[in-house]
C-alpha cells in the first residue's frame, strides 16, 4: 500500500491501522535490527539518490520552480553525505559503550546499548521536500526502525515521485510512503507510534505534540522561527552581505527554516550595508530579478497572499527600501528589503518565510540582544562580527537552535553539529550521529558477576556495614 486516496477516508484509517501492524510485525520480526539490513537500505538509498537525480531535480522544479543546481546542493548532496555517513560509521554508533560501575555495585560491568525506538512516522515539509522527508529516513534506518514517510501534499510531484521511487529500492516490509493531505496526516496521527519525527510549522507542531502525548510518543519537532543576524562595525561588508544574500534568497528564496529572518546592525553601519546588500542582490540575481532563473518561487497563492499581506502593512509598506516588486501569475515577490519597521508590525512578529528582509538599526550588542530576547527563541541566530567577546556574548547570553558566526545557513552541511531548535523553534536534533540517536533508546545494561556479593551492602546492616556504606560517601573525595 503505498498510496491511499483521500476520497475515502474511512478505508484510509483502516489501511493506516493495518500498515501500522504490518511494520510492527517487521520490526518484532527482528530483521531491521541487523547491521546487514541496516547497510543495505542505506546503500539502496544511496544509489536511489545516484541514479534518480535528473528526475528528482525536475520534480522539485516542477513543485517549487527551483533552478537544478539548487536541488543538487541543498537536497541530494546533504542526502548523499548523510548516507555515507550512516554506512561509514554505523558499526561504531551500534557498539555498546561500556560506562564505569561505582564500587557498590562491583563486581559487575555496564553497558549502554542502543535499541531502535520501533515503528516511526516522519511528517515533512515542502520546502526542501527530498531531504526533510528522506533524512529523517536515514536516521531511522540507521537507527534499525522501521518508518512510514508522509511528504507534503504542497509539492505533490516530489510526493508522488518518492512514493514511486522508495519502493523500488528499500524494503517495503519496513519503510513506506503515504501520500495525502490534512486527513491522511490525522489518521497516521491517531495510531499508536514509537516514533514521531515531524518538521514544519509550529501550529501543525503542536497538534502533533498532542497526538503523540496520547500515546506517550516521544517526537522530534523541527519547527521554524525568526532567526536573526546580527551585524557590527568590524566585518567587511561585501563578504557579509554576500553571505547573507546567498542565505536569504539562494536557498529556497527565503523559504528555508534557518534563511536569515531579519538584521540587527550597528547603527554606523546602516547605510553603507543597505547600499552593499542592494548591489550584491543585483550581482547575485540582475537588474530584474523576475526574469532570473536563479530565484525560486513562493510555492502556492496562500503564501504569496500572506507574504504580500506582510508588505502591504502600512506601516512596513512605507519603509520599503529594496523590491516590493510581486506578480501573482508566476507567484514572484522581488528580493525586498524593508528598513527601520516598528518592532511590532507583522513583518517582526512572524517568521517571515520569504524573500522579505526587515533590517532593524541598533545601537549595539546590548539592544541587540534585548530585541532577541523579546522574541521566541529562533531556530538559528548569526553574529557577523571580528570581535571575540561579541560573538562570545551571543552564544552565552541568547538562545538559538544554533549560533552560526560570519555565515548563514551552511551550518546546516556540518553533520557533526546537532541540527534542531529550541522552545518554539522546535524539540530534539538530527543530522549525522544525532539522526541515529533519535530514533534511537538507550538502554542501560549493568551485568552483576556471580562471584559473591561484598557482604557489606547486604541486610542486616550492622553498625560495621553502615560504617562501609558511609565510607563510599567520603571515597574519592580528595581527587575532586
Ligand atoms: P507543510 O504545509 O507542508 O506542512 C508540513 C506537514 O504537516 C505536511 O506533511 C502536512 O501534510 C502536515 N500538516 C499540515 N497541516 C496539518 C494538520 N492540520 N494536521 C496534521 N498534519 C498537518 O509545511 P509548512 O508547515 O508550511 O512548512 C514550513 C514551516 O516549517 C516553517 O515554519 C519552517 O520554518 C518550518 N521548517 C522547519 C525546518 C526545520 O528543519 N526545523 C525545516 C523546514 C521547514
Same mark, same amino acid.
Given at each position: 500500500?503505498?498510496?491511499?486516496? $483521500?476520497?475515502?477516508?474511512?478505508?484510509?484509517?483502516?489501511?493506516?491501522?493495518?500498515?501500522?501492524?504490518?511494520?510492527?510485525?517487521?520490526?518484532?520480526?527482528?530483521?531491521?535490527?541487523?547491521?546487514?539490513?541496516?547497510?543495505?537500505?542505506?546503500?539502496?538509498?544511496? /544509489?536511489?539518490?545516484? !541514479?534518480?537525480?535528473?528526475?528528482?531535480?525536475?520534480?522539485?522544479?516542477? =513543485?517549487? *520552480?527551483?533552478?537544478?543546481?539548487?536541488?543538487?546542493?541543498?537536497?541530494?548532496?546533504?542526502?548523499?553525505?548523510?548516507?555515507?555517513?550512516?554506512?561509514?560509521?554505523?558499526?561504531?554508533?551500534?557498539?555498546?559503550?561500556?560506562?564505569?560501575?561505582?564500587?557498590?555495585?562491583?563486581?559487575?560491568?555496564?553497558?549502554?546499548?542502543?535499541?531502535?525506538?520501533?515503528?516511526?512516522?516522519?511528517?515533512?515539509?515542502?520546502?526542501?521536500? @527530498?531531504?526533510?522527508?528522506?533524512?529523517?529516513?536515514?536516521?531511522? &534506518?540507521?537507527?534499525?526502525?522501521?518508518?512510514?514517510?508522509?511528504?507534503?501534499?504542497?509539492?505533490?510531484?516530489?510526493?508522488?515521485?518518492?512514493?514511486?521511487?522508495?519502493?523500488?529500492?528499500?524494503?517495503?516490509?519496513? @519503510?513506506?510512503?503515504?501520500? *495525502? *493531505?490534512?486527513?491522511?496526516?490525522?489518521?497516521?496521527?491517531?495510531?499508536?507510534?514509537?516514533?514521531?519525527?515531524?518538521?514544519?510549522?509550529?501550529?501543525?507542531?503542536?497538534?502533533?505534540?498532542?497526538?503523540?502525548?496520547?500515546?506517550?510518543?516521544?517526537?522530534?519537532?523541527?519547527?521554524?522561527?525568526?532567526?536573526?543576524?546580527?551585524?557590527?562595525?568590524?566585518?567587511?561588508?561585501?563578504?557579509?552581505?554576500?553571505?547573507?544574500?546567498?542565505?536569504?534568497?539562494?536557498?529556497?528564496?527565503?523559504?528555508?527554516?534557518?534563511?536569515?529572518?531579519?538584521?540587527?546592525?550597528? !547603527?554606523?553601519?546602516?547605510?553603507?550595508?543597505?547600499?552593499?546588500?542592494?548591489?550584491? &542582490?543585483?550581482?547575485?540575481?540582475?537588474?530584474?530579478?523576475?526574469?532570473?532563473?536563479?530565484?525560486?518561487?513562493?510555492?502556492?497563492?496562500?503564501?504569496?497572499?500572506?507574504?504580500?499581506?506582510?508588505?502591504?502593512?502600512?506601516?512596513?509598506?512605507?519603509?520599503?527600501?529594496?523590491?516590493?516588486?510581486?506578480? !501573482?501569475?508566476?507567484?514572484?515577490?522581488?528580493?525586498?528589503?524593508?528598513?527601520?519597521?516598528?518592532?511590532?508590525?507583522?513583518?517582526?512578529? =512572524?517568521?517571515?518565510?520569504?524573500?522579505?528582509?526587515?533590517?532593524?538599526?541598533?545601537?549595539?550588542?546590548?539592544?541587540? &540582544?534585548?530585541?532577541?530576547?523579546?522574541?521566541? /527563541?529562533?531556530?538559528?541566530?548569526?553574529?557577523?562580527?571580528?570581535?571575540?567577546?561579541?560573538?562570545?556574548?551571543?552564544?552565552? $547570553?541568547?538562545?538559538?537552535?544554533?549560533?552560526?558566526?560570519?555565515?548563514?545557513?551552511?551550518?546546516?552541511?556540518?553533520?557533526?553539529?546537532?541540527?534542531?531548535?529550541?522552545? !518554539?523553534?522546535?524539540?530534539?536534533?538530527?543530522?549525522?550521529?544525532?539522526?541515529?540517536?533519535?530514533?534511537?533508546?538507550?538502554?542501560?545494561?549493568?551485568?552483576?558477576?556471580?562471584?559473591?556479593?561484598?557482604?557489606?551492602?547486604?541486610?542486616?546492616?550492622?553498625?560495621?556495614?553502615?560504617?562501609?556504606?558511609?565510607?563510599?560517601?567520603?571515597?574519592?573525595?580528595?581527587? &575532586?
Amino acid at each position: 500500500m503505498a498510496i491511499i486516496e $483521500e476520497e475515502n477516508l474511512v478505508a484510509a484509517a483502516a489501511g493506516v491501522e493495518q500498515l501500522v501492524r504490518d511494520l510492527q510485525r517487521t520490526v518484532r520480526s527482528g530483521i531491521t535490527k541487523t547491521e546487514k539490513w541496516r547497510i543495505q537500505q542505506l546503500k539502496a538509498l544511496l /544509489k536511489l539518490i545516484v !541514479e534518480n537525480q535528473d528526475s528528482l531535480v525536475q520534480a522539485v522544479f516542477t =513543485d517549487l *520552480g527551483k533552478p537544478a543546481h539548487q536541488v543538487v546542493f541543498t537536497e541530494l548532496l546533504i542526502l548523499a553525505t548523510s548516507c555515507k555517513l550512516a554506512i561509514k560509521e554505523l558499526k561504531q554508533w551500534m557498539a555498546p559503550k561500556e560506562v564505569p560501575v561505582p564500587p557498590m555495585a562491583l563486581p559487575g560491568i555496564a553497558f549502554v546499548v542502543p535499541e531502535p525506538l520501533g515503528v516511526a512516522l516522519v511528517i515533512a515539509p515542502w520546502n526542501f521536500p @527530498i531531504s526533510l522527508g528522506v533524512d529523517p529516513l536515514i536516521g531511522a &534506518i540507521s537507527a534499525g526502525c522501521a518508518a512510514v514517510l508522509k511528504p507534503s501534499e504542497i509539492t505533490p510531484t516530489v510526493s508522488s515521485i518518492l512514493a514511486d521511487l522508495l519502493p523500488k529500492y528499500l524494503d517495503t516490509d519496513a @519503510i513506506r510512503v503515504v501520500e *495525502g *493531505g490534512i486527513p491522511i496526516t490525522t489518521a497516521l496521527l491517531a495510531q499508536k507510534w514509537d516514533k514521531i519525527f515531524y518538521t514544519g510549522n509550529d501550529t501543525v507542531g503542536r497538534i502533533v505534540m498532542a497526538a503523540a502525548a496520547k500515546h506517550l510518543t516521544p517526537v522530534t519537532l523541527e519547527l521554524g522561527g525568526k532567526s536573526p543576524v546580527y551585524i557590527d562595525d568590524s566585518v567587511d561588508l561585501k563578504v557579509s552581505a554576500r553571505r547573507i544574500c546567498q542565505g536569504k534568497w539562494s536557498f529556497s528564496d527565503g523559504q528555508a527554516c534557518i534563511a536569515p529572518d531579519y538584521l540587527l546592525v550597528q !547603527e554606523n553601519i546602516v547605510p553603507k550595508l543597505v547600499e552593499t546588500l542592494k548591489e550584491t &542582490i543585483v550581482e547575485f540575481f540582475g537588474e530584474d530579478p523576475s526574469t532570473c532563473a536563479e530565484l525560486g518561487r513562493i510555492v502556492n497563492a496562500n503564501h504569496f497572499r500572506r507574504l504580500t499581506r506582510l508588505l502591504d502593512d502600512p506601516r512596513t509598506a512605507e519603509k520599503i527600501v529594496l523590491g516590493g516588486e510581486r506578480n !501573482e501569475q508566476s507567484l514572484f515577490i522581488a528580493p525586498t528589503i524593508v528598513l527601520d519597521v516598528p518592532l511590532d508590525v507583522p513583518v517582526m512578529l =512572524d517568521e517571515i518565510f520569504g524573500p522579505i528582509l526587515p533590517i532593524i538599526t541598533v545601537k549595539g550588542v546590548d539592544e541587540a &540582544i534585548n530585541i532577541i530576547l523579546d522574541l521566541p /527563541k529562533p531556530l538559528a541566530l548569526y553574529v557577523f562580527s571580528t570581535n571575540k567577546a561579541v560573538q562570545e556574548r551571543f552564544v552565552t $547570553e541568547t538562545s538559538a537552535g544554533a549560533v552560526g558566526i560570519n555565515e548563514t545557513v551552511l551550518h546546516v552541511a556540518v553533520l557533526g553539529l546537532p541540527f534542531g531548535g529550541v522552545g !518554539e523553534s522546535g524539540m530534539g536534533a538530527y543530522h549525522g550521529k544525532h539522526s541515529f540517536d533519535a530514533f534511537s533508546h538507550y538502554k542501560g545494561v549493568y551485568h552483576k558477576s556471580m562471584e559473591a556479593d561484598a557482604d557489606g551492602t547486604f541486610p542486616p546492616y550492622t553498625s560495621a556495614r553502615n560504617n562501609l556504606l558511609r565510607s563510599f560517601l567520603t571515597e574519592d573525595l580528595e581527587e &575532586i
